[in-house]
């Protein structure tokens, strides 16, 4: 029988690393995909449409809020993001996982139609080293910089409403750390009961002589 697939949402602060850390866990894992989200940010010079988003316009985006295409959606730093509907749902419903990387705010919408959704929230190390990642990147000019910075504190005093919460300093213990979420989060209860339905019945059935 075809368990559930887990629904994951991964939330951080700009500059984190939280991209780099989801893509090597996918990579790294058959059983789970990242959703791809829509967004009228226009593309940056690395990124592909499909890939990396769903490059639209803002017509494009606000027609689909209209028809409820996505199950979650916000404006940060200005412009629209949002999440497919039929494609997590789709994807669940084969037993495979979906790994969100949305903001709080989006977690708290997500939280709201999936009570089961689980919550992963990754933290720098330091401001300090937050800073020096930002600015490395070389992909927003200073006064965005600044912006993300200052919406840090806000970011985190939603730390609570996570599950977990992954500290990414040395980015291999983090990815382990990544990892050994999403293997619990496969043996738990509910999934094993569902997976080995018939195994538990027929063990239970076995007559004792």
Same mark, same amino acid.
């Given at each position: 029988m075809i368990s559930h697939g887990n629904l994951y949402v991964v939330a951080a602060p700009s500059g984190t690393g939280k991209t780099t850390?989801?893509?090597?866990?996918v990579e790294s894992t058959s059983t789970i995909i990242v959703s791809i989200s829509h967004t009228t940010r226009p593309k940056r010079s690395n990124e592909m449409h499909g890939i990396h988003y769903y490059f639209i316009d803002v017509t494009t985006f606000e027609k689909m809020v209209s028809q409820h295409e996505f199950l979650e959606h916000a404006i940060i730093f200005g412009h629209h993001y949002g999440t497919s509907k039929s494609m997590v749902e789709e994807? *669940?419903?084969k037993g495979i996982d979906v790994i969100l990387e /949305?903001?709080?705010?989006?977690?708290q919408q997500i939280k709201q139609l999936f009570r089961d959704a689980i919550g992963i929230f990754i933290l720098p190390p330091s401001m300090t080293d937050l800073r020096?990642? *930002?600015?490395?990147?070389?992909?927003?000019?200073?006064? /965005?910089?600044?912006k993300r910075l200052a919406d840090v504190k806000e970011a985190?005093?939603?730390i609570n409403e996570f599950n977990y919460v992954v500290i990414n300093d040395d980015f291999t213990t983090a990815l382990h750390d990544l990892k050994t979420i999403t293997e619990a989060e496969r043996l738990r209860l509910p999934q094993q009961a569902k997976?080995?339905?018939h195994l538990i019945a027929s063990l239970l059935d076995i007559k004792i002589v």
């Open positions: 850390l989801v893509k090597a866990l994807t *669940l419903a /949305i903001d709080w705010q989006g977690h020096e990642r *930002l600015i490395k990147r070389n992909q927003d000019d200073p006064k /965005i910089i600044q985190i005093s939603h997976k080995f339905s």
